[in-house]
């Protein structure tokens, strides 16, 4: 995790991500992660969300650095998860995710305890920049 990136939160999102972590018995270490993520964000508003910052149901395009592939993935809440296309926000590629803006970059511990560095090239749709505040 780097401490050199802000992050921005949205006060729905960080609501409904903190309900769906209480609600379980234990956090693993990739979640308790993300709750330290969520604990440092910037929290607005979802009306004065910036443009460029992943927020939940966003759909982004990313690559990890040393590699040329681009992806693209919608950020979805775990029970949301319906294609390949989807990327669950308590998977490690998912926490690593939300808050970024284009741009930033971010290194993050993934499955075997590899760290690898992602960085957010675009964002096709974000609901806020929608005008869907009431997702």
């Known amino acids: 995790m780097s401490q050199l990136n802000t992050i921005v ?3 729905r999102d960080m609501d409904r991500i903190s ?5 379980l018995a ?4 990739e979640l308790e992660r993300l709750e330290e993520e969520l604990d440092r ?21 990313f690559k990890f650095l040393g590699s ?3 992806m693209e993935k919608t950020l979805v809440y775990p029970n949301d ?8 926000i308590f998977a490690p590629v998912g926490s690593a995710l939300l808050g970024l803006a284009v741009g930033q970059q971010l290194a993050w511990p993934m499955p075997g305890g590899t760290l690898k560095t992602l960085e957010i090239i675009d964002i096709v749709y974000q609901p806020e920049r929608a005008g869907e505040f009431h997702r």
Do not use: F, G, I, W
């Open 9 to 11: 939160v949205s006060t």
């Open 19 to 23: 309900q769906l972590m209480d609600n």
């Open 26 to 29: 234990t956090l693993s270490p």
């Open 41 to 61: 964000a910037t929290v607005l508003e979802p009306a004065e969300m910036p443009e460029n910052v992943v927020t939940m149901n966003s759909t982004v395009r």
């Open 68 to 70: 040329d592939e681009v």
């Open 81 to 88: 998860v319906k294609s390949s296309a989807d990327v669950s």
